[in-house]
């Protein structure tokens, strides 16, 4: 049967999954849906994001298994976007994409949350770059000096110390000043890697001025597609 034949479900803010395939599932009768605002499914309420609105259809990501989800399963909405916690609790921490603190500690419940999907400032609202941030590498400072607030990409081939560049840049921050907060943000990457950098900042006493989000590479899709996210909201 096509999407057109379904009947109208009007249930407000339930829903019925009709599809589930490769971690993105469909859902008829949502009327009231919102792009980015999290969506619960089944009795165990499995957390996922709606980014694509249909007539008659919902389409959202899961970010959990897809083979915990069934067609048939009810679907409700929130009222919330996808938000993680805010604070000084972070850091020192490591988290995944979701803002579940993934390192062994204690746990932490936060009191201010803040979405995940927020539209950036404008160019012209932003606070023009007049203060330096140091690498503390020569060849950098030097020659191509960076700003704090500045955007800078740091590309090339595989193993040629694009992250080594990243690392020592942020050991380089206890020598700053301004005492800058450090985000950084592993996507598909082993968990020992990360367990590596970790103990690497942890040597050099950076670690409790940094705050990483790992999603390793056994996360499904969507974690790390929204981990990129949330390693800047919590920057903002």
């Known amino acids: 049967m096509a999407y057109e034949d379904l009947p109208v479900l009007r249930f407000q803010k339930y829903g019925i999954v009709t599809t589930v395939i490769d971690g993105v599932v469909e859902v008829v009768g ?3 849906a919102s792009c980015g605002e999290k969506m619960l499914i ?5 957390p996922d994001l709606v980014l694509n609105l249909e007539n008659k259809v919902t389409k959202a990501i899961l970010l959990v298994e897809d083979t915990k989800i069934r067609v048939g399963d009810a679907a409700v909405l929130s009222d919330e976007l996808v938000s993680v916690g805010i604070g000084g609790a972070l850091l020192g921490r490591v988290i995944d994409g979701l803002g579940n603190f993934v ?3 204690e746990a932490f419940e936060f009191e201010n949350l803040y979405p995940v999907d927020v539209k950036a400032p404008g160019i012209i609202s932003r606070k023009s770059v007049h203060e330096p941030m140091p690498t ?3 060849m950098i400072d030097s020659m191509l000096p960076i700003g704090n607030g500045q955007r800078e990409l740091v590309i090339g081939d595989r193993q040629t110390g694009k992250t080594s560049i990243a690392i ?6 206890k020598n700053n000043e301004l005492e800058l907060i ?8 082993k968990l020992s890697s990360v ?8 040597d050099h006493s950076s670690l409790e001025n940094t705050i990483i989000v790992a999603s390793g590479a056994s996360e499904i899709a969507a974690i790390q597609f929204l ?3 949330v390693g800047c909201t919590i920057g903002e």
């Open 168 to 173: 020592d840049t942020i050991i380089n921050q």
């Open 103 to 105: 390192d062994g500690k």
């Open 42 to 46: 089944g009795i165990e309420q499995h």
């Open 182 to 189: 450090s985000i950084y943000v592993g996507i598909g990457q």
């Open 136 to 138: 503390g590498i020569k």
């Open 195 to 202: 367990a590596y950098l970790v103990d690497k900042l942890k």
């Open 30 to 32: 949502l009327d009231t």
């Open 227 to 229: 981990s990129p996210y």
